[in-house]
Every structure is written in structure tokens, then in C-alpha cells.
């Protein structure tokens, strides 16, 4: 009665050496075999580490942060100001800016984001106006603003500005 050896092949199979094979192939079989557990071994150990680094998210020093967990499609109330934190490879970060904007009705093409403003007098005379203002979005407020308008505010300030001037 000859010796019977099965050996994984790496395609969750295995199969049957016949009883004459040589030690040489033996041999070979026995180090795929060990290659393929070894690959094996590896990517388990590898997910957890893969895991940790998609779930780190990062907001800039001159920025708030609002979580948003994308499978749920929720909005965390509570702002993170710059830094580095883990989050969760579900969640990931809806910035806004921590620093004073400015809107400018005018025709520096450079610096005004709308265009100059046309009224008239009571004489009805043409009068056209060129405003700048600024403002600085208050973090206390940030989830209200996302609710209201998503990230697109600035247009929302731009058409109240025009509407009060």
C-alpha cells in the first residue's frame, strides 16, 4: 500500500498525489501550498490595518467640519475645527470655511463674485452700485445652514444681499 499526501492546490481544492511522485514535486507542492497560506495570512492581517487608514478623515485649520455618514445620510451636530480624526470609513467630513469671506457686487472681475448692482432714484435717474460686505459663518449655526441650504450658501447670501440693498 503506497503513501496517499493531498495538498491544497490554492483554489480551495485539493488533490491526490499519485504513489510514485517524486520527492522533488512533493517538495513543490508543499512550498505553493505555504506561499498560498502565507497570501492568505497576509490579507487577513492586512484588512484591520486598511480599515483603520480609510477612516481616518482630516479638516484643513481654516475650516469647520460637519460629519456625514453616507450610508445612513446623516449629519453629525457636532463641528470639528482643523485636525486629523477617526471617523469611520462610513463618515466622512462636509467642510465650510472658518475664515472671513467676502462678497463684492462689481467689475473687478478679479475679486466680485456678482455683478454691480442697478437701481434708480426717486428722480429716476440710473444709479449703479458697487458693495462689498463680509461675514464669517458662525460654527454654532453650521447644521442649520446644511439643512437649509447644503453647501450652496453663498448664493443664498448674495440674492439676500441684492434683495436688501
Known sequence: LGSTTFVPTGHFECRRLPDGAGASQ????RRKAAMVSLNIIAAIAATPLLMLLVSIDAVEQNEYGLMYNWITKSLGTQVYHG???????????????????????GERSRYSNAPMLHTRTKEGL????????????????????????????EGLYRRIARDQL
Do not use: C, M
Open 26 to 29: 512533493r517538495l513543490q507542492l
Open 126 to 153: 440710473g444709479l449703479h452700485l458697487s458693495v462689498s460686505f463680509q461675514y464669517k459663518l458662525d460654527p454654532e449655526h453650521l447644521h442649520d445652514l446644511f439643512a437649509l441650504t447644503t453647501v450652496n450658501y
Open 83 to 105: 485636525g486629523t480624526h477617526l471617523v469611520g470609513f462610513w463618515n466622512k467630513f462636509i467642510v465650510f470655511p472658518a475664515t472671513v469671506q467676502t462678497i463684492e457686487f
